[in-house]
């Protein structure tokens, strides 16, 4: 059992104690943007194939709540949403992606949004957050909930760390982008700093929507778990 906590802590403090801290900078500054870059993505990569190899590996006996179909359903309804969140976010220019730059005019940062960051500003992290409490929901057992908790409380945290990095980092442009639109789904939409534009949304919701169904149908190969 202690294993996977082990596995996840690595997995959450690999990430925010480098990419989030002041470390980040000294590092960059030390050896250069590319190879900090480089060195950063071969930790990411080795933390997380330790924390699935764990996760596939542990033994799950203690559960909080036991599995029921009834439970099921959060996940099922809202995976897809995930998807769409998941691709949309590729799909548009997105200055919290990693390498994307943003336009200092505040004029222009501020119109930036489109399709699902009018949504919010961080659709790949939000995805994370709603695949990562589906699973836990539908699981029940110690260890799926601590896997899946890391993933949820990394992109939790690291949007909130991500945005106080930007304003930082990018000035006037990114205080412009950041009051346009709004970190919690829906909320810059609601206080009416932005509007849903249904035409945006469109091909993000096709292509969400394709890929999760291809994924669903593969996810006993893919994952060895059964979808009920």
């Known amino acids: 059992m202690s294993e996977i906590w082990l596995a996840a802590a690595i997995w959450v403090v690999s990430h925010l104690g480098i990419s989030s801290s002041p470390i980040r900078q000294r590092l960059v500054d030390k050896i250069g943007q590319g190879p900090y870059l480089g060195v950063y993505s071969l930790i990411a990569a080795a933390s997380l194939g330790y924390l699935i190899w764990t996760y596939a590996n542990v033994p799950r006996f203690d559960y909080l709540w036991l599995p029921d179909p009834a439970l099921y359903w959060l996940a ?40 699902v960051t009018r949504i919010t500003r961080h659709p790949l992290q939000w995805a994370i957050v709603i695949w990562g409490v589906g699973h836990i929901v539908a699981n029940g057992d110690v260890v799926s909930v601590v896997f899946f908790a890391s993933f949820v409380t990394l992109s939790g945290l690291g949007s909130w760390l991500m945005d106080i990095k930007k304003a930082k980092t990018m000035g006037p442009g990114w205080e412009a982008y950041a009051n346009s639109t709004s970190n919690i789904p829906f909320a810059a939409i609601l206080t009416g700093r932005n509007r849903l534009v249904i035409g945006e949304l469109w091909l993000p919701v096709v292509v969400g929507i394709v890929v999760h169904a291809v994924v669903y149908y593969f996810h006993e190969a893919i994952t060895g778990a059964v979808i009920v």
Not at 94 to 102: C, F, K, Q, R
Request: aromatic fraction near 4%.
């Open 76 to 115: 099922k309804v809202t995976m897809p949403i995930a998807f769409i969140l998941l691709v949309g976010g590729f799909m548009v220019p997105n200055p919290t992606n990693v390498g994307m730059s943003l336009d200092e005019d505040p004029a222009t940062a501020g119109s930036l949004a489109r399709g």
